[in-house]
């Protein structure tokens, strides 16, 4: 059964941080590509960061929105993905999704955690 638990969300003051995790189960972990997604209300989803399957420090990308402040890693054989966001603003308040994706294979999406930012 495949599982992608997020955990770390909450709320926090502008400037703070926070870190986000996500537990995969289920699958085979190194394989895949690991990204962070976001939501906002009346947004669409967007990508805030992913790192590249195969080894841990694999290639990572970032939305220019959070360039410079976010994070992305994976730890293979914890079969997890962390995502430290620092300098919070605002604007990052949404619920932030762990995807799992591999050419030629379903994707898969965590259950969601919400970030709330204080101004």
């Known amino acids: 059964q495949v599982q992608l638990v997020e955990s770390g969300g909450g709320l926090v003051q502008a400037g703070g941080s926070l870190r986000l995790s996500c537990a995969a189960s289920?699958?085979?972990?190194?394989?895949?590509?690991m990204n962070w997604y976001r939501q906002a209300p009346g947004k669409e989803r967007e990508l805030v960061a992913g790192?590249?399957?195969?080894?841990?420090?694999?290639?990572?990308t970032y939305a220019t929105s959070v360039k410079g402040r976010f994070t992305i890693s994976r730890d293979n054989a914890n079969k997890t993905t962390d995502l430290q966001m620092n300098d919070l603003k605002p604007e990052d308040t949404a619920v932030y999704y762990c995807?799992?994706?591999?050419?030629?294979?379903?994707?898969?999406w965590g259950q969601g955690t919400q970030v709330t930012v204080a101004s």
């Open positions: 995807n799992a994706r591999r050419p030629n294979y379903l994707n898969y």
């Open positions: 289920g699958f085979a972990f190194s394989m895949y590509a």
């Open positions: 790192i590249t399957a195969g080894a841990n420090g694999g290639s990572t």
